[in-house]
């Protein structure tokens, strides 16, 4: 099964959230393990928080 049949079986959802991790993470994650992704989601909100800490957090 090619992407683009995959695509024809995924819901508004899972479609959705192919598109906004694409946007935030700047590449193709359609093809991307769950785990990757959510390793460099992680990556970016921290990169983006890590001067935004509240007193006595690491």
């Known amino acids: 099964m090619n992407e683009q049949e995959k695509t024809l079986f995924m819901s508004e959802q899972e479609k959705t959230l192919i598109y906004k991790t694409s946007s935030i993470l700047r590449k193709d994650t359609s ?13 970016v909100i921290e990169s983006k928080t890590k001067d935004v800490r509240l007193p006595g957090q690491e």
């Open 31 to 43: 093809i991307m393990r769950l785990n990757d992704i959510i390793e460099e989601l992680v990556h």
